[in-house]
């Protein structure tokens, strides 16, 4: 089909684009996703320089082990974060650009483009094409209408490469903190069992937390999340403790 030929060009990344809008509209859901990744990699640190340095007794490594963590994991999310919504944010800009040379160069395509759209919605082939032409009398207009009715994004409302960055550097930070917290007050068993329990705790809200975002099972999800972090902290516990008597 012709509308299908003329618009060919520029559906390629159709599907990146609606992820895109899709982590856009999601924030609340990207912290949680930060927050978790934080709290399951950081437990598990805590947990297996806690088993490796047991014999010391003394929390000072964890701590040292923990806040590093933090600052590695949370710099790298943001680095990624940054970087792929910088990328995102270039690949819309190329459509853009595309779709702006296509409406000034081969405007009656364009306009005919946007009359089969609007046919396609029910809409007679009369008033379809009058629409699109008055559309087209401003090449601004028309470039927004294209946008968002081929493209699928506003181009008025492109990510924040620096603001996503920062917010998953916070959100990364706030869950790697949560494990670190009885290190700073006591050491020894008592810090690793109220370390655990914090974590299964954080967990289990972060499950609860996504259950809300995905209309799932709370206690499903919950349980899931839970047995990730208590997976991981049973792993670098057993290794921790392994290594912690190799190097003694
Ligand atoms: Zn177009």
Redesign the pocket.
């Known amino acids: 089909m012709a509308i299908i030929d003329g ?1 060919a060009h ?1 559906h390629s990344h159709d599907h990146m684009v609606h992820q895109h809008r899709a982590v856009q509209g999601g924030t609340a859901r990207a912290a949680v996703f930060g927050i978790s990744d934080g709290l399951v990699s950081n437990v598990a640190l805590v947990l297996g320089v806690a088993a490796a340095t047991s014999t010391a007794g003394s929390g000072s490594a964890v701590i040292v082990a923990g806040v590093s963590g933090l600052l590695a994991g949370a710099a790298s999310m943001a680095a990624g974060e940054y970087v792929s919504m910088k990328a995102q944010n270039e690949l819309i800009e190329r459509e853009l650009r595309i ?1 702006r040379e ?1 409406l000034l160069s081969n405007p009656k395509m ?1 306009v005919r ?1 946007l009359a089969a759209i609007y046919e396609a919605r029910g809409i007679d082939e009369d008033t379809a094409r009058d629409f699109a032409e008055a559309i087209h009398e401003d090449i601004e207009v028309a470039l927004d209408v ?1 946008a968002r009715e ?1 493209l699928g994004v506003d181009p008025n409302d492109i990510g924040d490469p620096a603001g996503a960055a920062i917010s998953s550097f916070i959100a990364f930070g706030i869950g790697a903190i949560l494990p670190l917290i009885p290190w700073f007050i006591t050491a020894g068993v008592a810090a690793m069992v109220a370390s655990v329990i914090v974590g299964l705790v954080a967990a289990a809200a972060v499950g609860w937390a996504l259950a809300v975002f995905t209309e799932r099972s709370i206690i499903k999800t919950a349980a899931r999340q839970v047995g990730w972090a208590a997976g991981a902290c049973a792993i670098t516990f057993v290794i921790g403790s392994l290594l912690g008597t190799a190097i003694s």
């Open positions: 618009a520029h779709e296509s364009e483009e294209h081929e």
